[in-house]
């Protein structure tokens, strides 16, 4: 499998930016695909929190539900799609620069297809995060920083 690997460096505190991004209600903010993000639980996020997540593909909406897997504040999170037909396996890193001030943000995406998946995966969601990932963090970027584009 071709793991889709992207990185952005951001003017904000590891802690911000990790904040922010493991912040389920965030998703559909800063990644183009994500139409909804709906947390199954009350609370912050810890390993084993669900989340269902809505994405467009194509012209077709499909829910997905994903879950953490380890989280280490200010530094990393991973997570794994439990159903859908398109089910990612996330890592991202969060890497302190200028003695913290600033953050590298590093995002590491693959895909398993179920069903219908199967198909999409190869034909249709790796082409479409390998173009759609850089500008979700250009994007994360500019929410994080307070800027527009």
């Known amino acids: 499998m071709a793991i889709i690997r992207e ?20 998703l559909p903010e ?5 139409v909804k993000a709906e947390p199954l639980e009350e ?6 929190s669900r989340v269902k997540v809505t994405r467009r593909l194509g012209n077709r909406e499909f829910p997905m539900t994903v879950e953490f897997d380890d989280l280490v504040p200010a530094r990393s999170w991973d997570l ?4 859908g037909p398109v089910r990612p396996r996330t890592h991202g890193s ?10 590298r943000v590093t995002i590491e995406i693959d895909f398993e297809g179920h069903g219908l998946g199967k198909v999409l995966v190869p ?9 759609e990932l850089p500008k979700d963090e250009a994007l994360l970027k500019q929410r994080l920083e307070g800027t527009t584009a």
């Open 123 to 131: 034909l249709v969601v790796r082409p479409q995060v390998r173009k």
């Open 30 to 34: 800063w990644q183009l695909s994500a």
């Open 43 to 48: 609370g912050p996020v810890h390993p084993g």
């Open 94 to 103: 969060i890497e302190p620069l200028d003695d913290g001030r600033r953050s």
């Open 80 to 83: 794994h799609g439990v159903e």
């Open 7 to 26: 990185s952005i460096d951001v003017d904000r505190t590891p802690e911000d930016v990790y904040a922010y991004i493991t912040d389920p209600s965030h």
